[in-house]
């Protein structure tokens, strides 16, 4: 299994611009989340996904992030428009499990994203 | 709210020694804990998990943790530490908060292992 895929690994964009993070999950896992490290605030869950469908967003700083889930194999973490205060490394994890609790996390290796 | 905290922002051991690196919990109910381990410039991995069961719980690499619900730590360990083991460790719990279940991650405990 190749595990969590996560694209671009890294992106360097202007303040202002639009930023799309990518994210496959492992096949057949239920959960997917989209985390965000920062040397201040350590690791924030932004949010998660249960069968495609948003569980909890409350994670989600502000209307300039979105995320989506189209189907099973894909999500995607949207940025608009970009600040340099969004500079961090992103992470999208999935679990095999309905209730995301009760299992680890299978993480993906990160976008580094630079808001210039 | 539940929530872990890890009093050590930096634990350095000599190589062979044994390590600890430190975590209490707040819940209400009973807890589910876990440890992550974060190597340079890649993603979480799973260690170990408390669920049920015996306090002394094992998992990769070596590692074990033990679950002390009268002092409410769930401190990782490992007898004999190896360079390789410095990496940025993870304490987490179930969260309940917002009706919904999920994981709350601590703010980390970087581990320095000294040749």
């Known amino acids: 299994d190749a595990g969590v895929i996560q694209s671009p690994r890294h992106e360097v964009t202007e303040m202002g611009q639009e930023v799309t993070l990518r994210c496959k999950p492992i096949s057949g896992h239920n959960s997917l989340f989209w985390y965000r490290q920062t040397m201040m605030r350590g690791l924030e869950l932004l949010i998660y996904?249960?069968?495609?469908?948003?569980?909890?967003d409350s994670g989600m700083p502000e209307d300039r992030f979105s995320a989506k889930m189209p189907n099973a194999s894909f999500s995607t973490l949207k940025i608009q428009p970009s600040e340099p205060r969004d500079s961090a490394v992103y992470f999208c994890?999935?679990?095999?499990?309905?209730?995301?609790?009760?299992?680890?996390?299978?993480f993906g290796p990160g976008t580094r994203l630079t808001v210039l | 709210a539940q929530s872990v905290a890890q009093p050590e922002d930096q634990v350095n051991v000599a190589e062979g020694n044994p390590l600890t690196v430190k975590c209490t919990y707040s819940v209400s109910g009973n807890p589910y804990l876990f440890w992550y381990v974060q190597y340079p410039n890649r993603g979480l991995q799973f260690l170990l998990k408390y669920i049920t069961g015996d306090n002394l719980v094992k998992g990769s690499y070596g590692f074990e943790a033990e679950f002390n619900k009268s002092q409410t730590s769930f401190h990782l360990k490992k007898p004999s530490a190896l360079v390789s083991d410095s990496a940025l460790y993870f304490c987490?719990?179930?969260?309940?908060?917002?009706?919904?279940?999920?994981?709350?991650f601590g703010t980390g405990t970087k581990l320095q292992v000294i040749p």
């Open positions: 996904f249960n069968n495609n469908v948003p569980i909890d």
């Open positions: 987490a719990v179930r969260d309940y908060s917002g009706g919904y279940q999920k994981v709350t």
């Open positions: 994890a999935s679990t095999p499990s309905r209730v995301a609790a009760y299992n680890e996390q299978f």
